[in-house]
C-alpha cells in the first residue's frame, strides 16, 4: 500500500508541478537559470582546484598549446583585429598605462575572485572594442581570464555566463 501510495503522490505531485510550471514560466525560466549557475560554479570551482594542484601540468600545457599553430593562429587573429581597432582610437592608453593598470589589479573586476594561475589576469574593455568600445583608460578593467572570455564581446557582464 505504502508503495503505491508513494507513487500516486509523485503522479498527483509532478501533475501539479507541471501545472505550476504551466503557469508560471517566468519562475521556471529563472529556476532553471539558478540551476545553471550552480552547475556552472561546481564546474568552475572543481577546475579552479584541479588547476592549483596540478600548477606543472597546466603551465606545460598551456605553453604547449601557445607555442602550437593553432594557438600561434588564434592569438594573431586576435591580436592582429585589436591592434586594428586600438589604432583607430585617438588617446589610446599607452602600454605604460595599461601595463601600470594590470599590476595594480588584485581581484577580478566582476567576480572579485584573487589572480592566480587559474584566475589569471586579462585586459577587459567594459564596452568590448568590437562594439565600438575603446583603448582608453575609462574603458579599461581587468577581469580574470575566465570572466574575460565569459563577457566576450558583450556589453555587460551578467551572473548567466559565469
Ligand atoms: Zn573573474
Known sequence: MGIQWNKNNLDKMSAAQRKWAAANPDKVKELNR???????????????????????????????????????????????RRRAKIKQTEDAATNAEVQALMTQA?????????????????????RPLSKGGAHKLENLTVACGPCNSKKGAKLQYSAEFT
Open 34 to 80: 539558478k540551476k545553471y549557475i550552480a552547475r556552472r560554479e561546481r564546474y568552475l570551482e572543481k577546475r579552479r582546484v584541479y588547476v592549483l594542484e596540478n600548477q606543472d601540468q597546466v603551465k606545460a600545457y598551456q605553453k604547449s598549446y601557445a607555442a602550437s599553430a593553432h594557438g600561434k593562429l588564434v592569438r594573431n587573429n586576435a591580436e592582429h
Open 106 to 126: 588584485t581581484n577580478c573586476a566582476y567576480c572579485d575572485g584573487d589572480f592566480d594561475l587559474f584566475r589569471r589576469r586579462s585586459l577587459d574593455h567594459v
